[in-house]
């Protein structure tokens, strides 16, 4: 191998890698469509009021409304009521909700 045809093909190198980097186009893709990032959305905050779990009825308190499981209501679809903790599906996407702690109330003399 001759050091000409090497030194041609470092300084081919050498100047590819200083070329800015281009994205790869999808040869799928039709003509005039942009790529555009998805933002993944934060869940939208949802308040849990209360959970009534006995031994025939299981309700849960979600946004104000009493739903038992597979009721849905506003996108929530209520999976399972547990005693701590309700499952549900919020457009789609599983979460859990969890009551909010009861405020510690202290005894003064």
Known sequence: MSWQIVGTAVIVMAAAAALPAQALQ???R???IQSRAVA???PRPLELGSIVHGSDRRVAV???VALTEGE???GIRVRRIYRDRV???D???HRVLYPEPLPQVRRTQ
């Open 40 to 42: 993944a959305m934060p």
């Open 72 to 74: 849905s209501h506003d």
């Open 91 to 93: 457009n789609g996407q």
């Open 87 to 89: 499952e549900i599906l």
């Open 62 to 64: 979600i946004e104000g």
């Open 26 to 28: 999808d040869p799928t």
């Open 30 to 32: 039709p003509p005039g």
